[in-house]
């Protein structure tokens, strides 16, 4: 079955980095598009960045654009988000999830499948 388990999490200080991992399973994992979402306590969750296969593209919510970067690795089934520049605002569970349609979107409703989550904390 369809399996996305995330893992990189932890606690840093504003301004480090942390790079997250999506280790995918169960099927063609350079078939589908997918996302990074996270979700703070009290908030919506939302997301923050996408990517497909094919011509690599990209999409960035504008809170991480130039911080955040997405990318794969399709031997190793995995998928990246390198985080830099880290604020304290960053701090939240974050998911990555398979999309159900073929283009970078940030719309949670766009996709099926989800991993357990990892949290990042960002101290000032």
């Known amino acids: 079955q369809v399996q996305l388990v995330e893992s990189g999490g932890g606690s840093v200080q504003a301004g480090g980095s942390l790079r997250l991992s999506c280790a995918v399973s169960?099927?063609?994992?350079?078939?589908?598009?997918m996302g990074w979402f996270r979700q703070a306590p009290g908030k919506e969750r939302e997301g923050v960045a996408s990517?497909?296969?094919?011509?690599?593209?990209?999409y960035y919510s504008d809170s991480v654009k130039g911080r955040f970067t997405i990318s794969h690795d399709y031997p190793k089934n995995t998928l990246y988000l390198q985080m830099n520049s880290l604020r304290p605002e960053d701090t939240a569970m974050y998911y990555c999830?398979?999309?159900?349609?073929?283009?970078?979107?940030?719309?949670?409703?766009?996709?099926?499948?989800w991993g357990q989550g990892t949290q990042v904390t960002v101290s000032s």
């Open positions: 169960g099927y063609t994992y350079s078939d589908y598009c």
């Open positions: 999830a398979r999309a159900v349609v073929a283009y970078p979107t940030l719309s949670k409703y766009q996709y099926k499948y």
């Open positions: 990517i497909c296969p094919g011509r690599v593209t990209t």
